[in-house]
């Protein structure tokens, strides 16, 4: 049985402090930008629905898009399953379904988030679908359907906080490593299924913090065409203003960007910090241009 609903939600789980890091890690820069920041834009690619931010109470949080929706947690300290049942509540009147996305992944793709949304659009008895990567199960990048949100606060409510407890209550479908890749677009996206590589520790984040900036190409069309006299450029670029740059141009209101992924739908945007992944084709033009 096929689920009819035509929107899926993303839920972006801030936490708070880390006692690894030593700090939040939402507010971590990213070449030029924040893991939030990143996280965001990574969701708003991936789904066709609203965007929700779930941060501890009164967090303060780096910049975000305007049409983004920051939602507080009821109670500080309860962990992420908390976390969960706040996004998926405030989502509950717009989408069916909702993928959750932590804030600590920095390579995570839109593929792997579409891949594991699909499962449970696909079937409407299904209730989250689970990846399971290195042996670990991952509830903090799986697919819910909305309707769990008064399920898990009574859970919480009731002094619940284990994610595990949850999913032994659920219908589930775990999807490995090889159900993960069976996709296509991932395999080809995301091959090593580094979207779920995450950053617990200064060593780690510097690890992943230090490569470069994923390889994109930009393009001019319309009146900003005489900007590239050299027509299109491969550069590194993790951002839409860092792409901009690359291409001599200032990203200001007046300018937007229209992304195309491979194996994906173009996706236009005026955000500086749309996130950029490898192989992007980025396309700048003046606003109310068409390319």
């Not at 005026?270 to 109310?288: H, K, N, Q, T, Y």
Request: net charge neutral.
């Amino acid at each position: 049985m096929t689920d009819s609903s035509p929107l899926v939600a993303g839920i972006v789980l801030v936490g708070g402090r880390s006692t690894r890091m030593g700090t939040a890690k939402a507010g971590l820069e990213w070449h030029g930008s924040t893991l939030l920041q990143r996280t965001v834009g990574i969701a708003l690619r991936a789904v066709d629905g609203p965007v929700f931010v779930v941060r501890a109470p009164g967090q303060r949080l780096p910049a975000l898009p305007g049409h983004v929706e920051v939602v507080d947690d009821q109670v500080a300290g309860r962990g992420p399953l908390q976390g969960i049942a706040t996004g998926l509540a405030a989502a509950a009147g717009h989408a069916a379904v909702a993928a959750v996305c932590p804030v600590d992944l920095p390579l995570l793709h839109p593929a792997f988030v579409r891949r594991v949304v699909r499962e449970v659009r696909a079937d409407a008895a299904l209730e989250i679908a689970l990846p399971v990567a290195g042996g670990h199960a991952q509830p903090l990048a799986a697919a819910y359907r909305t309707v769990l949100a008064p399920r898990i606060a009574e859970l919480v409510d009731a002094g619940t906080l284990r994610v595990q407890t949850l999913i032994e209550r659920c219908r589930v479908l775990t999807l490995d490593e090889s159900a993960l890749l069976a996709d296509r677009a991932l395999a080809a996206a995301d091959p090593r299924l580094e979207s779920l590589l995450d950053v617990n520790t200064p060593a780690e984040y510097r690890e992943v913090r230090g490569r470069l900036a994923p390889s994109v190409q930009v393009e001019c069309f319309g009146a900003l065409a005489g900007r590239m006299d050299t027509g299109p450029r491969t550069v590194h670029a993790a951002t839409a203003r860092a792409a901009a740059a690359a291409a001599g141009l200032t990203f200001d209101r007046s300018v937007v960007a229209v992304v195309d992924e491979p194996g994906a739908a173009s996706h236009s945007s005026s955000d500086p910090e749309l996130p950029l992944l490898r192989g992007d084709i980025v396309a700048f033009l003046r606003a109310g241009e068409h390319c």
